[in-house]
């Protein structure tokens, strides 16, 4: 499988691909491997370009899986233990994002489903983030979250929903002083 962004042009029966310079080479070599094995076919996918997840430290990824952690540490059944694990967290997640505009798509079974984290771009990864952390918000839970910037850069501290570093400090001199 190849995979390039590229600026296409069309006409009203054709569209018109340009191959870069670098990838002619294996562009050629799949194009006679179809011609000979399924008569000059090739699956296309169109769609627009995206960025990819990041992953890695401190990534969009690490984050939502570390939030998905820190709820699973938090919500308890009646004797106190963990009611559910972080794959069931993330999965409700993506479950309840999907009325915020995250995509769906049908399995195998022919039900709709909410599109795989794997497959998501940064942007639907926004949204489940946002509505984890909505999530946290109401049920006053804490994510661990990392000062990007400022005086406190680098330092990792409880969150109730998502909020930055001053704003918890503000709220915690606020309970105190009450």
Partial sequence: MIEYVVKVR???????????????DAINILIERAAKKTA???????DLPRRPRTTGPRSQNNRFYGH?????????????????DKGQI?????????????????????????????QAT?????????????YADIHSFWLHEY????????????S?????????QKYETRIRSQ
């Fill in 10 to 24: 069309h006409d009203e029966q054709e569209v018109h691909i340009p191959k870069p310079l670098v990838l002619k």
């Fill in 40 to 46: 000059g076919y090739l699956y296309m996918r169109l």
């Fill in 68 to 84: 998905c952690e820190d709820l699973a540490e938090q919500v308890l059944d009646e004797g106190g233990e963990p009611k559910y």
């Fill in 90 to 118: 993330h999965d409700a997640m993506l479950r309840m994002s999907v009325p915020e505009g995250y995509p769906t798509y049908l399995d195998l079974n022919g039900v709709e489903t909410p599109l795989p984290s794997a």
């Fill in 122 to 134: 940064v942007e639907q990864m926004n949204v489940v983030t946002k509505t984890l952390q909505r």
């Fill in 147 to 158: 000062a990007a910037d400022g005086p406190h850069k680098g330092e990792v501290y409880p």
């Fill in 160 to 168: 109730i929903g998502g909020r930055s570093l001053e704003e918890m």
